[in-house]
């Protein structure tokens, strides 16, 4: 008798009904991805162009991703417009007007914390927090005079 209980027996189950279907992805920041540049960026798969997270928009989806970690909400509204909008166009730079959105609903932390304080704090508790990284997204702030990132 097989055991269907957990992750290995959902997949033994998938596998045992031959059921097509593509693992699904999990948003893990407790886990290290393959990464190729320092943006913690995640995967850039090879298996195709629309499997290819353009640099910035992957730290906007973990900013995203983190946020509602932190803030343990569910995302919607504006939030999930944008990571919905980012998801969908993945392999192409976020627009000005999505940063800077993302930016905006950081800023409105109750502890006034950016996103890498949130993620420190997170770690003080011993969780086992990778880093992250949102230079990319400084950057498009600094290059386009946005006053102050709260990305971190």
């Not at 320092?38 to 290819?52: E, V, W």
Request: proline share 4%.
């Amino acid at each position: 008798m097989r055991d269907w209980r957990g992750r290995d027996g959902a997949s033994n189950f998938i596998i045992h009904d031959q059921i097509q279907h593509p693992k699904l992805k999990v948003f893990d920041p407790l886990v290290s991805e393959n990464i190729g540049t320092r943006t913690s960026n995640g995967p850039n798969s090879s298996s195709g162009g629309n499997n290819i997270w353009h640099p910035t928009a992957k730290q906007l989806s973990n900013a995203i991703n983190l946020l509602v970690i932190c803030w343990g909400q569910i995302p919607g509204g504006v939030l999930q417009k944008i990571k919905n909008e980012i998801e969908e166009n993945k392999n192409n730079e976020p627009l000005l007007r999505q940063i800077k959105a993302i930016n905006t609903i950081i800023s409105r932390d109750k502890g006034g914390r950016t996103l890498q304080q949130m993620l420190d704090d997170l770690r003080k508790n011993d969780n086992k927090v990778r880093n992250f990284y949102f230079d990319l997204l400084n950057e498009a702030l600094l290059k386009n005079n946005i006053g102050q990132s709260f990305f971190g």
